[in-house]
């Protein structure tokens, strides 16, 4: 049968997840990873008898993981329902202690973490954050007793931005201006356009219950104080289908949908850094008609995907003469969101070592000001707040026996601040280490500490090729969302589309899932491939 190809630049999760799709929607897909392994974002590094995650860590939506876990090949399944009821009971697989469907778990074991993650103030104080209102209404009582009765409204604004801008309308491809219109008086009415923190600041008067009902964006790139409001769906997000780990480690989950993947007939090359999308023009028209790698291989292909930042491909893959709309001046005046510092560190285990749960957030002194030195002013504070993952207290395997494994994340300011990370990451990496020693969070570390090594803007410039060392993309800001937000179907350049945090709809794992499906949609719709029906089509006879 002669197939249509589709080729996919990167390996991140929503890379892989729409090449598992466009399988499914009988294409012969070939992944081209820039790395020598897969996940981008969620690569794993390991070292000295350690394995580290050195990316994503918190899985939510395990709904999202099963349906591509369940796709096969030539059955495109893009009509069936995004949200069925029987997913939508709350807590449920919580509560059963089950977390990924059952063909999930014939490729890795997903586990419910709970608490969600407990949150250090720089008092000493922390909160411990669930899905269980009841005992969240017991922590706030603890700590803000003013802010329980703000909790129970918050609850009820959250639910009902969860309810339409996520499961009615989370997989809306904003294609066109129009359609973005239709919805606009609707999140207007849920005050969903306003800023995520102003809109917490309505129903809660402490600055701690501020701070944890409005930190979360930060996991996806978002600043609380610029997120629109509709962000504050997270939260329910993770109340209704709770907060999971994937045993092994995020790897073992990239590594099962890479088995899939291939299961369905897919290939994956490694070592291939795409240099260019070809285009030649069709009818005046241009059309991309394949790739070149680095070392000047050409492979065609009917549609080609790029999983690859945003910025990236349209700056140095697509020539700047197909360029009409993402043209360099455009995609420059997007706003980048912010970078990382993520250290991964092995230590001596003690049996004096204070509660510290799988996810911890330690916040610092300051929070809306930290927030504009690292968004806007782009300077490096002295102080920092951070997330600190100790997955080896779910999974001891991570390291040698009687060891932990961990990693301190600290948002800094992406590559527009001009800091110089070679001469920094050292210097930094010991004040982050010393802070969480001195402070007690792990006392002796720097005694204990066997392994560690440290990653910086320069990374996700250099490595993962990030524009502007990008941790997480375009910034998720208003004027950067839905139609706004680039656009997973290119307007340049026909057969060419995006997928992953950068395009609709945002960062983090849910979303590339999302994206993933709502790029197999638009190719589904553009290349006439019908649900359930072999896709078989002579090559260069597409998208007429
Ligand atoms: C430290 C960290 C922690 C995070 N924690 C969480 C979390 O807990 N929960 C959560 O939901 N999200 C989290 N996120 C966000 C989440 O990891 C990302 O949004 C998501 O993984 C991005 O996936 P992606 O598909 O967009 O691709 P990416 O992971 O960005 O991968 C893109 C791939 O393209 C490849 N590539 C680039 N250019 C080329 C080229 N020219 N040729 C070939 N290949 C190329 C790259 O090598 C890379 O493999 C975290 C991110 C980071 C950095």
Redesign the pocket.
């Known amino acids: 049968m002669n197939r249509r190809k589709a080729l996919v ?7 892989i997840a729409c090449a598992i799709r466009m399988q499914s929607l009988g294409f012969d897909t070939t992944i ?4 020598d392994g ?6 794993v590094h390991k070292a000295e008898g350690f394995t580290f995650d ?7 939506v395990p709904h999202f993981i099963e349906e591509l876990f369940s796709l096969e090949r030539d059955k495109a399944m893009l009509g069936e329902a995004d949200f069925p009821p029987e997913i939508l009971d709350e807590n449920q697989r919580i509560k059963e202690g089950v977390s990924g469907g059952p063909n999930t778990q014939r490729y890795v074991d997903i586990r419910p973490i709970l608490p969600f993650y407990r949150i250090y103030f720089d008092d000493g104080t922390w909160f411990d954050y669930d899905c269980d209102p009841d005992n969240t209404r017991a922590q706030i009582a603890r700590l803000a007793p003013e802010d329980v009765e703000g909790y129970d409204r918050f609850h009820e604004a959250a639910k009902a931005i969860f309810d339409r801008g996520f499961l009615e309308l989370g997989y809306t491809y904003f294609g066109d201006i129009t359609s973005m219109l239709k919805v606009t008086p609707d999140l207007i009415k849920l005050d969903a356009v306003r800023s995520l923190f102003s809109f917490v600041k309505k129903y809660f008067k402490s600055d701690k219950m501020r701070q944890v009902f409005s930190f979360e964006t930060l ?3 978002g600043n609380p104080q610029k997120v629109p409001a509709i962000y504050a769906m997270i939260h329910f997000v993770e109340k209704t289908w709770g907060v999971h780990f994937a045993m092994g480690g995020t790897g073992e989950l990239v590594a099962g949908l890479i088995t899939k993947f291939e299961e369905l007939g897919g290939r994956v090359e490694y070592g ?4 260019r999308i070809n285009v030649t023009r069709q009818h005046g028209k241009p059309q991309a008609t394949g790739i070149s790698l680095q070392d000047g291989t050409v492979q065609e292909a009917d549609v080609v995907i790029s ?3 945003y910025a ?1 491909t349209y700056l ?2 697509v020539d700047a003469r197909y360029r009409r709309i993402n043209r360099d001046s455009l995609v420059k005046l997007r706003k980048q969101s912010m970078s ?1 510092v ?1 250290i991964y560190f092995g230590f001596k285990a003690d049996d004096n070592d204070p509660d510290l749960q799988h996810h911890n957030i330690i916040l610092g002194p300051r929070y809306e000001e930290l927030l504009t030195d690292i968004f806007d002013k782009k300077v490096l504070a002295d102080d920092f707040s951070q997330y600190l993952h100790i997955p080896t207290l779910t999974d001891p395997s991570l390291a040698p026996p009687g060891h932990h494994a961990a990693y301190t ?1 600290i948002p800094v300011p992406n590559k527009l601040s001009n800091l110089n990370w070679s001469e920094l990451s050292e210097s930094y990496t010991n004040t982050v280490l010393t802070f969480l020693d001195e402070r007690g969070y792990i006392p002796g570390l720097r005694n204990r500490l066997v392994y560690q090594r440290t990653i910086t803007p320069d990374y ?1 410039e250099g ?4 524009h502007l060392g990008n ?3 375009v910034e998720p800001v208003l004027i950067q969302s839905a139609y706004f937000r680039p656009h997973n179907r290119s307007e340049d350049v026909r057969n060419l589309y995006l ?4 395009t609709q709809p945002g ?6 899932m999302m994206s993933a499906k709502m790029t197999a949609r638009v190719i589904a719709k553009d290349l006439q491939v019908d649900a359930g029906i072999v896709n078989a089509c002579p090559a260069g006879q597409v998208n007429p």
């Open positions: 630049i990167g390996s991140g999760i929503g890379g081209l990873e820039k790395l897969p996940g981008g974002r969620a690569s050195m990316g994503p860590t918190v899985l939510t996991l996806i790139g291939a850094e795409v240099a999983n690859s930042d990236n140095k893959l990382l993520v994340l996700f490595t993962l090729n990030a941790g997480f993309g997928v992953g945090q950068g960062g983090g794992t849910p979303s590339v």
